[in-house]
């Protein structure tokens, strides 16, 4: 997908806006928005900041480029010292005395290329976490803009005017949630974690749900971009709806408002209920769903609450489809140790062995380019866990990279 031939001034302000903003608040030299084009990388927005050597305009040809690396691999990449780091000891901006780098790739919606937003920096800088998220939060703002001027074509001054003051109030707002982040973080660290993984996840699809809206008000549009800005909506609005929902879910649990509700259900038409619904959800994907119970637990019943136990299921399998692309996923139960012992196991991209003691934790992921990825603020597992011991279980995983994840809960048999 080719870029418009001339950007919105607005948009060209607002980013030149987000590269002061970067270079200003990270304490960094240089912060960039790079396009790519024709294996040369061009600086298109670069950071009002001091010592920094790159200027808008300036071209370099793909020769080892951090950028490059970037676009081709569609990835995070992070060089923390260039001089020590054997892949990068020859990078062509050393030269300008840029040894630290942290980038991300910004796609059009077809997934194509744009370019990349990078930071910069003149000596050793490893960049945190909270580096990475705020990189992330930006990237995810650029990436809607493209998608709204890649969708149609402008045809009047006040539909300019119109977005722009939209894009003025989401600013504000921005602005707004920033300020109440810093108040957090003063009173109280887990509101502030709260806050600082779920912001750029309402954000998304919030502005998605605006933007998208403001155009369906457009003259003229052919129902086949109507349709399509429609199921833009609706999607997003269900990705909203999911966020809130379990947002609400861990509120109620941390003061103790969550009931258990015990009944007598069967086991196989549990595990069958679930299956069907993945099966329409998915009846287009390339992994395998797998359903395992051993005869001897056929039409078996089970004491417990079994909506709390539909969702542990269906939050661990809607993690292993998120992180699987291919290959299998297995669930079902089995009675082990005069316990019922429930499993999920895939064949996705796996935990590293250092992040399988947080994953229950809220908010966690494995890494921050897996929350570029997939999305999500880390809250199902935390919910999962916590079902588990309300009704008297434990919940554990084996996981390794590349290879996948397999989760265990076990439920008391009585």
């Not at 140790?337 to 229950?360: C, H, L, R, T, W």
């Amino acid at each position: 997908m080719k870029a418009p031939e001339q950007m919105p001034k607005w948009m060209l302000d607002k980013w030149q806006g987000i590269a002061d903003l970067l270079a200003e608040i990270l304490n960094i030299p240089a912060a960039l928005i790079m396009k790519a084009a024709n294996e040369q990388m061009e600086v298109f927005i670069s950071s009002q900041s001091n010592n920094n050597p790159y200027h808008v305009g300036d071209k370099e040809d793909w020769h080892g480029l951090y950028c490059e690396a970037v676009i081709k691999s569609k990835e995070k990449l992070l060089v923390s010292n260039a001089l020590t780091d054997k892949e990068w000891d020859r990078n062509p901006d050393i030269k300008l005395g840029m040894i630290a780098y942290l980038g991300y790739p910004i796609l059009y919606p077809d997934k194509s290329p744009f370019g990349t937003i990078c930071i910069l920096d003149n000596k050793e800088n490893k960049f945190s976490a909270l580096h990475e998220k705020i990189l992330l939060q930006f990237k995810d703002v650029i990436e809607l803009d493209l998608a709204l001027i890649s969708s149609f074509e402008i045809q009047s001054s006040e539909m300019v005017k119109t977005i722009k003051k939209q894009q003025d109030q989401l600013k504000e707002q921005n602005i707004a949630l920033q300020k109440t982040k810093e108040k957090a973080e003063e009173s109280n660290r887990l509101k502030s974690a709260f806050l600082q993984n779920i912001s750029h996840e309402i954000r998304t699809p919030l502005n998605a749900v605006v933007g998208f809206s403001e155009l369906l008000s457009l003259p003229n549009l052919s129902q086949e971009k109507r349709e399509y800005f429609a199921s833009i909506i609706i999607k997003n609005s269900d990705q909203l709806l999911s966020i809130v929902s379990d947002i609400l879910t861990v509120s109620a649990i941390e003061t103790d408002q969550q009931k258990v509700n015990i009944d007598s259900i069967c086991l196989d038409s549990l595990l069958q209920d679930i299956e069907d619904v993945y099966r329409l959800k998915n009846d287009d994907n390339a992994v395998e769903l797998i359903k395992k119970i051993p005869e001897e637990l056929r039409g078996h019943k089970i004491n417990t609450d079994k909506t709390k136990v539909k969702q542990i299921i269906t939050n661990l399998l809607n993690n292993a489809f998120k992180f699987t692309e291919n290959g299998a996923i297995e669930f079902g139960v089995a009675l082990n140790n005069n316990a019922y012992e429930f499993f999920v196991k895939d064949s996705g991209i796996g935990i590293p062995e250092e992040m399988q003691d947080e994953i229950f934790n809220r908010f966690t992921q494995t890494n921050e380019t897996t929350s570029e990825l997939y999305g999500g603020i880390g809250l199902g597992l935390s919910i999962s866990k916590a079902f588990v011991e309300l009704l008297g279980g434990k919940i554990w995983l084996k996981s390794e990279v590349g290879i996948g994840s397999n989760f265990y809960f076990t439920l008391p048999n009585q």
